[in-house]
Structures are given as C-alpha cells and as structure tokens.
Antibody, heavy 114, light 112 residues
C-alpha cells in the first residue's frame, strides 16, 4: 500500500526559507503527478503546487507563485517543496498527496512567526 | 478560479440514518473526455484527508459502499447511507479539472 511521509516543517521567521520533503513508498512514484496541499489551523484545504511525472511541468496558485517551488527526484521517490519569502499566512500543515488517488501523507506543520 | 460551494456546513445525523452533502461548482466540471472531475475527501479528527469518491461517482479502494457520489456538470451530492460512528469528520469536495485546484469549505458531520 502506498505511503507518503513528509518532513522538514518547523518554526521559521517571516521572510526566511524552508524546504519540505516527502518520501514515497509502496507505489511507482514516477508514474504519478504529485501535489502539495496545505491546511491553515482550523481552516479548509488549499492546493499549493503540482508537478508532472517527469518534473518538467509545475503549477501553482497565485498565492504562492514566485515564492514556492515544487520539484521531485524520481530516483529517490521523493517530492520537495522549496518555500521562500515566507509569510505569516503560510502557517499551515503541509500535506504531500497524489490528489486523484488515495495517497496522502500525515502532514508537516510549518509555523511562520517572529 | 472555480469556486466550490458546499452545503450544509454542518450536519448532525442519528447513527443508522442517511446523510447527504451538496457541492456546487461555479463552472462545469465535465471534461470533453466525458469525465467529471469532482472528488470527495473525508478528514477524520486529527487525521489527514482521505479520498472517498473520484470522478464524481467512483468509490475509492477500501471505502465502504455506504458512500456514493452523484451529480451533473455543476451540482454534486455525496450520500452516506446508514451513518456509523467512524464517519464523523469533515467532508470536502474538490475539483481537479483545472488549475488552480479548489476545494469546498467543508461539511462537518456529527452524530446525534
């Protein structure tokens, strides 16, 4: 059964950077479009980024475009999210997922605060 | 952006009874390939979301057949028959037709 495990969350000051990782196992990672989805405390779900199977195409909503970069290493079955110029409104639990499929990680909490 | 509007925002159900959750999209989610790209997820308390229904009416692996999805191009329904205690949580509809992918605000299901 497929499993996704995120890491890299933590407390960071506004304006700083953080990189999240997501290790996949139990399915052929390279065959799946992958996504990052976040959930602010007590709020709903917000899609943050998608990446094609080969990594050549990436997509972002306006709220993070130009600040966040999604990437993947298919040889390592790992997904990444580089987050720059972080703001307080980026505070959330970040989930790695393959949205059309039943693959979601457990989430990693990112807190942006001074 | 496609707006997904869910109703109600909360529902209280007696165990064994049925429940329905509605979701409306601001644009047709029917692709020219004949697939309707609406998905339903359940987030149980303290857990990650889990996929329940994909492409409007298809049951995800391992999901009880008490759950069913239906709808048209812009109006969708998740029905839960014979609600059980394990069904408690927040239900989200989402559209994966086009970027940016968007979700409804969620419907909280509680037991009476």
């Amino acid at each position: 059964e497929g499993q996704l495990v995120e890491s890299g969350g933590g407390l960071v000051e506004p304006g700083r950077s953080l990189k999240l990782s997501c290790a996949a196992s139990g399915f052929t990672f390279s065959n799946y479009v992958m996504d990052w989805v976040r959930q602010a405390p007590k709020k709903g779900l917000e899609w943050v980024a998608s990446i094609s199977t080969g990594g050549g195409n990436t997509y972002y909503p306006d709220s993070v475009k130009g600040r966040f970069t999604i990437s993947r290493d298919n040889a390592k079955s790992t997904l990444y999210l580089q987050m720059n110029s972080l703001r307080s409104e980026d505070t959330a639990t970040y989930y790695c997922a393959a949205l059309p499929y039943p693959y979601w990680g457990q989430g990693t909490l990112v807190t942006v605060s001074s | 952006d496609i707006v997904m509007t869910q109703a109600p925002l909360s529902v209280s159900v007696t165990p064994g009874e049925s429940a329905s959750i509605s979701c409306r999209s601001s644009k047709s989610l029917l692709h020219s390939n004949g697939i309707t790209y609406v998905y339903w997820y359940l987030q149980k308390p303290g857990k990650s979301p889990q996929l329940l229904i994909y492409r409007m009416s298809n049951l995800a692996s391992g999901v009880p057949d008490r759950f069913s999805g239906s709808g048209s191009e812009t109006d969708f329904t998740l029905k839960i028959s014979r609600v059980e205690a394990e069904d408690v949580g927040i239900y989200y509809c989402g559209q994966l037709l086009e970027n940016p992918y968007t979700f409804g605000a969620g419907t909280k299901l509680e037991l009476k």
